[in-house]
């Protein structure tokens, strides 16, 4: 029902994942039939666009899958992911991408998405510019809130001032 490319610096594919129904997602590498992306470098979702973002010190908002990235790309603000989810390990290379920036983690509403929120939190503390994590307050996820109306300021305002956020700077 959906793919997701996943690009280097440069703008070449490395790899794209594949949506399905039930909700299953599996990798592949450029033109390949089948699912696997052994020895391919994982990068973070649209990952140009987020070093752009990095560079010219605009909030970069991480979330937990690709669907959510692009709801919040389509209000105008900078979003990212890491490729599999809340279960996928985070690796250094990830945090690298965004050293230096305010990130803004936006977790989803259960248990996996707040351990994960939690511990990419710790990784980035140090790393970025400040570290905060946030929850919509309406529906489980980035898209959920959109889909109930939810704007581009709503997001702005709720990582700027959200009394029930964790703030970390280093």
Do not use: C, M, Q
Not at 22 to 50: H, M, N, Q, S, W
Not at 67 to 92: M, N, Q, R, S
Request: hydrophobic residues 45%.
């Amino acid at each position: 029902v959906a793919r997701y490319s996943y690009h280097d610096e440069a703008g070449r594919e490395l790899y794209h994942v594949r949506r399905y129904v039930p909700k299953t997602f599996r990798p592949y590498r450029p033109g390949a039939t089948f699912p696997g992306i052994d020895g391919v470098r994982r990068v973070l979702f649209r990952l140009p666009e987020a070093i752009d973002a990095v560079k010219a010190g605009r909030v970069v908002y991480l979330l937990e899958g690709e669907k959510d990235v692009l709801a919040l790309v389509g209000l105008g603000l900078d979003a990212t992911t890491a490729p599999g989810g809340a279960a996928a390990p985070w690796i250094d290379a990830y945090s690298e991408t965004v050293r230096g920036a305010r990130v803004v983690i936006v977790a989803d509403k259960e248990k996996a998405g707040r351990d994960r929120a939690a511990k990419v939190a710790a990784l980035l503390h140090g790393v970025a510019a400040s570290v905060r994590v946030v929850e919509v307050p309406i529906g489980n996820d980035s898209s959920d809130w959109i889909a109930a109306g939810a704007t581009r300021e709503d997001f702005e305002n709720l990582s700027a001032t959200d009394p029930g956020a964790e703030a970390l700077t280093p």
